[in-house]
Each structure stands twice: as C-alpha cells, then as structure tokens.
C-alpha cells in the first residue's frame, strides 16, 4: 500500500525524492503476518529500487554491479549498508512517533549517511543560474543519503507528528497520516484497521 505523503514542491535539481518514498523503502523491510519479510534481499534487488525510484542513475548501479562483479563480500558489505541504513531510519522514524530519544547508534549511522550525500553546486545556464549535483562519492552512499533527506525535511519544516507507526503489532507499517484530525492508527482501515477491530470483537465475545 502507498503512503499519502506532502508534497514539498519544486526543490531544483534533479532526481529528487519525498517522504513517501522514504516511507517506501522503510517499508521494504516488511512484516507480513507477523514474519519479517525483506523486499530488498540482495544488493542487485536494491540497486534496482534506487534506479527506479530515480536515486541512483542507471550508470552509477552499474558501476556498482561491475566493481561487485563475483566479489561476494564486497557485495554483502553493500548490502548490509543498505540494511543497516534502512534500520536505523526505522528506529529514528519510531523515535518520531512513539515521543522518544532515538537510539545512539541509529542516529549516528543516520548521520554518517547524511554526511555521505552528492556535492550541490551552481551552474550557470542562457537564462541564469541553476542548481546541479556532483557526484563525488559512492553511488550506494549517495542513494542512501537522498533517501534520508526527506525526513530531515519533514522534521525541519514539516509535520513530524504526522509520521506514524501502524499500531498493529504484526504490520509496522510507516506512514504519513495526512487525515484532518491527525489521529489515524493504522496504516490502512480496509487491512490493518479491521483486522483490530476484529481482534476486539472477538475478545469481547469472550470475555
Ligand atoms: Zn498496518
């Protein structure tokens, strides 16, 4: 399912993500039924993520691919840091909705990501000036990086309280809650929503 999430409009330069695809690619660390399932569960599957979702060029992966290219542990290296990114965005995502201090370790690895981000700079065009991007480091970090950006936003100029946690034990779900009251528990009434409701239907009956 898709977060509904805001929009922060026109921010210059190219390949630019929002919240909801932040959302996303936390969410890609999933639990169904109560079992975590990884969307992203080698390196290839999320090099292929971030291509689609415009946070790495289609030749920054395949750089990525060919210096991997039978190296199994440079390729497990990578992979944990995605893994180990994702997390740690979860924890500081949990941290927002649940009103608490965020795990040390979580923030830090957060910050080390944020730090890993692309070279903004001016360039000049017929008509003035615009805003480009370097790339100077690695494509895994700087994809990582543009995907933490949106929360940073959020919590900069957003609304922090709406980012949610689904309050199903078996879902965790991330989620923008952009409804009029701000009060939305579950990531979706139709699924999440009905099941508890359920839930509490039958514990009445036997009680
Ligand atoms: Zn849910």
């Known amino acids: 399912m898709k977060t509904k999430a805001p929009d922060h409009g026109h921010r210059g330069h190219a390949h630019d993500v929002d919240l909801e695809d932040t959302f996303d690619f936390l969410n890609t660390d999933d639990t169904e039924n109560g079992f975590p399932v990884d969307k992203l569960p080698t390196l290839d599957d999320a090099l292929a993520w971030f291509v ?13 691919r ?4 039978n190296n199994d542990p440079l390729m497990a290296r990578d992979l944990a840091r995605v893994h180990a990114v994702r ?11 649940e009103e608490r ?14 730090h890993a981000r692309q070279v903004i700079e001016l360039v000049p065009g017929p008509d003035g000036c615009y805003v480009d991007h370097r790339h100077v480091g690695d494509p895994v970090d700087d994809a990582l990086a543009r995907l933490a950006d949106p929360l940073v ?3 900069t100029a957003g609304h922090p309280e709406r980012i949610k946690v689904c309050a199903s034990d078996t879902c965790e779900w991330i989620f923008y809650d952009a409804s009029r009251t701000s009060r939305r528990r ?10 508890a409701k359920a839930a509490r239907h ?4 036997h009680a």
């Open 202 to 205: 039958r514990m009445k009956l």
């Open 186 to 195: 579950w990531c979706d009434m139709a699924t999440c929503g009905n099941r």
């Open 52 to 64: 689609d979702r415009g946070v790495i060029h289609v030749e920054g992966a395949n750089r990525v």
């Open 101 to 114: 201090a965020p795990d040390t370790g979580a923030l830090e690895t957060v910050n080390r990501a944020l």
């Open 66 to 69: 060919a210096q991997m290219s």
């Open 153 to 155: 936003m959020e919590l």
């Open 87 to 97: 997390s740690a965005l979860r924890e500081v995502a949990h941290s927002i909705a």
